[in-house]
């Protein structure tokens, strides 16, 4: 089972890398790394991983979890992307899900907010409160944070 999640993260990877997907509002693809702490994915805990945006749709999340264990995959869209607060700062508020992979699989929506700090162009340093709501195996409301960066090409 894990080589054919691997060998389906890969493809995903590979198939989004290829330009499948139109460039963003900033008019830039992204690639970054995270780490996030409590329930961004199902389950509690803290891991770290590769971030991936094509625009506002879709950015994607593959992370592992080292406090549970497990690999952690998410996809969300940006309803509203890098809105302008001031000169080096804007938001995003986006929709989106989360699939994990670990002793147990579970999946569920995710609801994240966040604010973008623009240093300089084409880097972007992000903090995102996570809301999720479980499905599967049962419902449960959780709470998490991701922060990270991305560089946009």
Same mark, same amino acid.
């Not at 409301?141 to 560089?151: T, Y």
């Given at each position: 089972?894990?080589?054919?999640?691997?060998?389906?993260?890969?493809?995903?990877?590979?198939?989004?890398?290829?330009?499948?997907?139109?460039?963003?509002?900033?008019?830039?693809?992204?690639?970054?790394?995270?780490?996030?702490?409590?329930?961004?994915?199902?389950?509690? *805990?803290? @891991?770290?991983? +590769?971030?991936?945006?094509? /625009?506002?749709?879709?950015?994607? !999340? %593959?992370?592992? #979890? &080292?406090?549970?264990?497990?690999?952690?995959?998410?996809?969300?869209?940006?309803?509203?992307?890098?809105? *302008?607060? @001031?000169?080096? +700062?804007?938001?995003?508020? /986006?929709?989106?899900?989360?699939? !994990? %992979?670990?002793? #147990? &699989?579970?999946?569920?929506?995710?609801?994240?907010?966040?604010?973008?700090?623009?240093?300089?162009?084409?880097?972007?340093?992000?903090?995102?409160?996570?809301?999720?709501?479980?499905?599967?195996?049962?419902?449960?409301?959780?709470?998490?944070?991701?922060?990270?960066?991305?560089?946009?090409?």
């Amino acid at each position: 089972m894990k080589k054919k999640l691997v060998l389906l993260v890969l493809a995903l990877a590979v198939g989004a890398a290829s330009g499948a997907y139109a460039s963003g509002p900033l008019g830039m693809t992204g690639i970054g790394v995270y780490g996030s702490v409590g329930r961004t994915a199902g389950e509690f *805990g803290s @891991g770290g991983g +590769l971030t991936m945006k094509f /625009g506002s749709f879709p950015v994607l !999340g %593959f992370q592992y #979890d &080292f406090e549970a264990s497990r690999f952690n995959v998410s996809f969300d869209y940006y309803v509203i992307d890098a809105e *302008g607060i @001031g000169n080096k +700062l804007s938001y995003f508020l /986006g929709v989106g899900g989360f699939a !994990g %992979f670990g002793d #147990d &699989f579970d999946f569920g929506l995710r609801l994240p907010v966040g604010l973008q700090f623009w240093p300089i162009k084409k880097f972007e340093l992000f903090l995102s409160p996570v809301m999720t709501l479980a499905v599967v195996p049962s419902v449960d409301l959780g709470i998490g944070a991701e922060f990270g960066l991305r560089i946009h090409l």
